[in-house]
């Protein structure tokens, strides 16, 4: 579990893409803890988004420009002279992908160019986290999860930049970063959920729209399996990841941080337990409307940080999806509209999180005390 306060206070950490779902969930953590945030974004991209309903663009240094303007990202960094770096900025949609595959491929592939270089010209930056996506695996429709060690591909223009970009990590960390102290590594996560995601063809976003408007949502392929879980999650393996990497420890290359494989759940199964938690029964309805290509089944596996990282999922999947149900019915059903009210429900999803992780560390600990040799089954 990630070291809180002992570490990230005082440390000075550059985070682009943190005016997104994740980016902004992401500031609030780095904010209580204590660290010195500066966020690089090129707008804000949903409204309403998290971002601007939490109020954070008054508690952390506030950056809006592009990642594919070099001169002014490298600028900006320089200036800063962070301790670590993490880049979140994407264009995180597949079917948006397919309408603008120029800019995609653009921002996820030459961004991340413009951020090593940045990094490279920046010594003070000791972890860089790169994040890109469970979709940059090329997808066989495996009933397996996916490692470290499988072939990056996508067949849509989102998941092939977002492999690209994992290739274009590694050749810069075996031609510029191999003898350095400035590590660099990436993170892969599955389909992420939580309070305060209003972006567009996303799922629950969808679902909590119709049930506000008292309609039933179109559901693409109710089928489909993806590696759900709680924002909190993926991100406190990203927050370890830029931990150890600052620390010394060489985690060089690709991280998976997905749910156990139980968690992997279908579209319909998601929908019709918010639609239970919100009280409001069956709320989809199928869309026989022809869409472009997405894959039906993805899953993640997560040995490598379970092994190396000791890093776990802390809530199952029916937890991660009520707490993210609750969340979104607090705000549009009880008054919860402030930006204080909003960033303190945040805390509270947050504060829940670790309190569930370090109940488990300790149980773990308590274990190993009272049975200290490996249980053989």
Not at 292 to 320: C, F, G, Q, V
Not at 331 to 358: G, M
């Amino acid at each position: 579990m990630v070291n809180g306060r002992h570490f990230w206070n005082g440390k000075k950490v550059f985070l682009t893409g943190h005016t997104g779902f994740k980016g902004s969930w992401m500031s609030i953590w780095l904010l209580e803890m204590g660290a010195d945030v500066t966020g690089y974004s090129v707008d804000i991209p949903t409204i309403p988004s998290l971002f601007e309903t939490a109020g954070l663009r008054e508690k952390l240094h506030h950056i809006q420009a592009d990642v594919r303007d070099y001169p002014t990202l490298s600028k900006s960094v320089k200036e800063y002279q962070p301790d670590i770096l993490i880049h979140m900025a994407a264009q995180p949609l597949v079917r948006l992908s397919y309408e603008n595959p120029r800019e995609t491929y653009s921002t996820n592939i030459m961004g991340t160019v413009n951020v090593l270089e940045a990094v490279r010209e920046t010594p003070s930056i000791k972890s860089t986290v790169i994040i890109t996506t469970d979709k940059c695996y090329e997808n066989k429709e495996w009933t397996f999860g996916y490692r470290e060690i499988d072939p990056m591909g996508g067949h849509d223009p989102y998941s092939s930049s977002k492999g690209a970009a994992e290739l274009v990590v590694s050749s810069y960390n075996r031609s510029f970063f191999q003898k350095t102290d400035q590590l660099v590594c990436t993170a892969r996560a599955g389909n992420v959920i939580g309070g305060g995601d209003w972006a567009k063809d996303r799922l629950v976003p969808d679902v909590v729209q119709a049930i506000c408007q008292g309609e039933k949502v179109l559901i693409r392929n109710p089928k489909a399996i993806r590696p759900w879980q709680h924002v909190l999650e993926p991100l406190s393996g990203y927050l370890l990841l830029a931990q150890k990497a600052y620390n010394g420890e060489d985690i060089r290359g690709g991280w998976n941080f997905g749910p156990r494989d139980e968690d992997a759940q279908n579209v319909q199964w998601v929908t019709e337990k918010i639609g239970t938690v919100w009280g409001k029964g069956k709320v989809w309805k199928k869309d026989g409307d022809e869409h472009p290509h997405e894959a039906n089944y993805l899953k993640l596996d997560i040995s490598k940080a379970r092994m190396h990282l000791k890093w776990t999922p802390r809530w199952d999947a029916d937890t991660a999806v009520e707490k993210t149900t609750l969340w979104y019915k607090d705000f549009y059903q009880n008054d919860v509209h402030s930006s204080e009210d909003i960033y303190q429900r945040c805390l509270e999803d947050l504060k829940n999180y670790i309190d569930k992780a370090t109940y488990n560390d300790r149980r773990k600990t308590k274990a190993k005390i009272q049975r200290p040799y490996p249980r053989v089954f």
